[in-house]
């Protein structure tokens, strides 16, 4: 099996199993630039064509001003084009002194940057009248944030495939949830998805580039170490929540 086929059947796997997508669902691609989303919208788009679910899908880019991780938008701009797909290009900034709240620890630049271009995924899409918003973590980034919560909260969970918001009518989706990395990788190469350009001066200071490392660690040491972890999470019903 080709790793096109391979990404398909996990993606298309991973819809059926959570049940990602419904009839008449619009929804909001987050469109960052790098692998995972561009991988994402491909999926989603490709998927679209198919009777059903019927869905409308439309993709929006962040840019922050004072951070230094963007992708041409003209190249953003023909990517949407030939799938089909509306883009939507904003633009936001963050203060990137950390945020000290008084019951909470200080909340970190990268968190601040994340929660900025979310608050605009969240306002963009309920202007659109979306219903649903998809994000492109993959396996990877799932497990990665469940050892980062059990090694620094005490907790065993991660991002769920399907997340129902209390307080707006939406609903994130990962549809990328089953498909790993590595398979991503190798089809954005295989596809010349056009690289990110990233100068970000947090990026690599973060607890969760050493808890990627401990998780290469833990494949070296068992194989099977992947599948070990997916089975907790799923044994703990962590993957949707409502």
């Keep these: 099996m080709t790793v096109a086929d391979r990404l ?3 993606f298309n ?5 959570y049940q990602l997508i419904s009839d008449d669902d619009h929804i909001l691609v987050g469109l960052s630039g790098g692998k995972d989303s561009l991988c994402l919208l491909e999926m989603l788009a490709r998927r679209s064509h198919i009777i059903k679910p019927r869905f409308t899908l ?9 951070i230094r991780y963007e992708t041409d938008a003209t190249y953003l701009q023909q990517f949407c084009d030939r799938l089909g797909v509306k883009l939507h290009v904003v633009t936001t900034s963050f203060d990137p002194k950390p945020l000290t709240t008084n019951h909470a620890k200080e909340k970190p630049a990268c968190f601040l940057c994340s929660w900025q271009r979310r608050k605009q995924l969240f306002n963009i ?6 219903s649903k918003i998809a994000l492109g973590h993959h396996q990877d980034d799932l497990i990665h944030t469940a050892l980062m919560n059990l090694t620094f909260q005490g907790r065993f969970d991660s991002m769920p495939a399907l997340l129902r918001m209390r307080k707006m009518p939406l609903t994130i989706i990962r549809p990328l949830c089953l498909c790993q990395e590595d398979d991503i990788r190798a089809y954005a190469e295989q596809q010349g998805y056009q690289k990110q350009l990233k100068k970000c001066p947090y990026e690599h200071d973060t607890n969760r580039t050493s808890i990627q490392a401990v998780f290469e660690h833990m494949q070296q040491l068992n194989p099977e170490a992947r599948q070990s972890v997916w089975k907790a999470l799923e044994t703990a019903e962590k993957l949707t929540e409502y």
């Design 8 to 10: 398909w059947k996990t």
């Design 13 to 17: 796997k991973a819809l059926g199993e």
């Design 58 to 66: 439309e993709a929006l880019h962040v840019r922050m001003e004072n």
């Design 125 to 130: 899409a309920q202007q659109l009248g979306c």
